[in-house]
């Protein structure tokens, strides 16, 4: 029995990897084992472990003020990085709330685009729709707008009232078609769509720049804010700051943390319009949203650091070249071993397993945990989802540790398939 109560886990159950050290692309357990985090971290170890530049501006920063506030002053490390966020969003953001995770910079979206109805006049304009496939994040909010987790949610807590699930653009079409009937029939009523430009624990779902450019311009006019989630996407993860810019998503709000920070100080980051902040304006409502950490020069110095690196060192381009190379190894590995779909856009990539001919049945949940602790125990560290496993090694991963990646998934996943 552990005394330590683990995210979604039952009190007392221990976990199966005891981490004691990481560098680079690797970390080490309690036993001296060297692991390829390939699944970096929670897919937020965009920079690896033990980056000097990155800790040397946190220690600085540290040294310099280690905290203030940003309920009744502000600080030069979060208005250097408001205006960064800004500015990579090339014009199409105006304001940045800057939080503590993902969790918070979604739920300030979320709560922001209710806000945005209400001091327009529209306060009927307060449901808010995600998919089926999607996950937001652990508030009550968030959890209600999650739709892989609302079967579990809805077993031992509450759904909130106002959120509806979409179909997932698995079927564009169909996707598509629910969301069209919806915001003509209930546009007097939808605040907002949230939704991943890529569905990360959906199992890495990418839609087409056409079902994007149609979500917009069907959002756009029912009055309704599209909200984009891009903790898992943002930063670089897939070849651009934004992956919304890659699938000709445009945004009324932005939502990042992961990718921001590289894991090295918590931190969430909220984009909006100037559009949507308007009526809010006009109104001077302020938001009822607020933590203490909120905004925390440390980490805030952190994000800087990150975003100086990735671009200094090129990792958007180097992103792509990787990305590429990988899905082309692992697509001729499909071919030959059954796994029947590799997806992704840069370094988030997912393989869904099938068994071999004739009956090409998906993998279930069970068979991917087993797939994924053969990984580990082959000293590669892998996520999964319900029907196979995904890849979010860092940016700053170099070609040997791609083909050690690359190996190791040839041997584990051929002995699978059956």
Not at 114 to 128: D, E, F, M, T, V
Request: glycine share 10%; aromatic share 6%.
């Amino acid at each position: 029995m552990s005394a330590l109560w683990r995210p979604y886990a039952v009190p007392g159950v221990p976990a199966s990897l005891r981490l004691a050290q990481g560098e680079g692309a690797y970390v080490t357990d309690s036993a001296g084992r060297r692991y390829l985090n390939a699944v970096g971290g929670l897919w937020n170890l965009s920079l690896g472990l033990g980056n000097d530049k990155i800790i040397e501006r946190v220690c600085q920063q540290m040294r310099n003020m280690a905290y203030a506030s940003l309920f009744d002053s502000t600080h030069t490390p979060a208005e250097l990085l408001a205006e960064r966020l800004i500015s990579l969003s090339a014009g199409s953001m105006k304001f940045v709330y800057l939080s503590t995770s993902g969790t918070s910079a979604v739920e300030v979206a979320l709560r922001v685009a209710r806000l945005h109805h209400r001091a327009n006049g529209h306060s009927s304009k307060q449901r808010i729709l995600s998919f089926d496939r999607s996950y937001h994040g652990c508030s009550a909010m968030n959890l209600s707008a999650s739709g892989i987790v609302r079967g579990d949610v809805e077993k031992w807590d509450e759904i909130l009232p106002g959120f509806q699930l979409i179909p997932s653009p698995l079927d564009e079409s169909s996707s598509l078609e629910c969301l069209s009937r919806l915001l003509r029939e209930d546009a007097g009523e939808i605040a907002c769509l949230i939704m991943e430009p890529i569905l990360g624990s959906g199992g890495i779902i990418v839609p087409s720049p056409e079902y994007c450019q149609t979500v917009t311009k069907l959002c756009r006019n029912a009055d309704v804010l599209l909200i984009v989630d891009e903790v898992a996407t943002g930063g670089g993860r897939c070849g651009s700051m934004f992956a919304s810019n890659l699938l000709s998503l445009e945004p009324d709000i932005i939502t990042l943390s992961k990718g921001l920070n590289s894991g090295y100080f918590p931190v969430g980051a909220t984009l909006f319009s100037a559009s949507t902040c308007l009526p809010i304006q006009r109104a001077n409502i302020p938001i009822q949203f607020g933590s203490t950490q909120d905004g925390n020069p440390v980490g805030c110095a952190t994000v800087l650091a990150a975003l100086d690196i990735v671009a200094e060192e090129g990792l958007l381009d180097r992103v792509e070249t990787l990305g590429h190379r990988i899905r082309s190894e692992l697509t001729a590995l499909a071919g030959e071993r059954g796994a029947i779909s590799v997806r992704g856009m840069g370094l988030m990539i997912g393989i869904e397993l099938s068994h071999e001919y004739p009956d090409k049945r998906l993998f279930t949940e069970l068979e991917t945990q087993q797939v994924r602790m053969r990984c580990q125990e082959e000293g590669l560290l892998v996520y999964s989802f319900d029907s196979g496993i995904s890849l979010f090694p860092p940016l700053t991963i170099s070609d040997d540790e791609v083909e050690e990646m690359l190996e190791i998934l040839r041997d584990v996943i051929s002995g699978y398939i059956a």
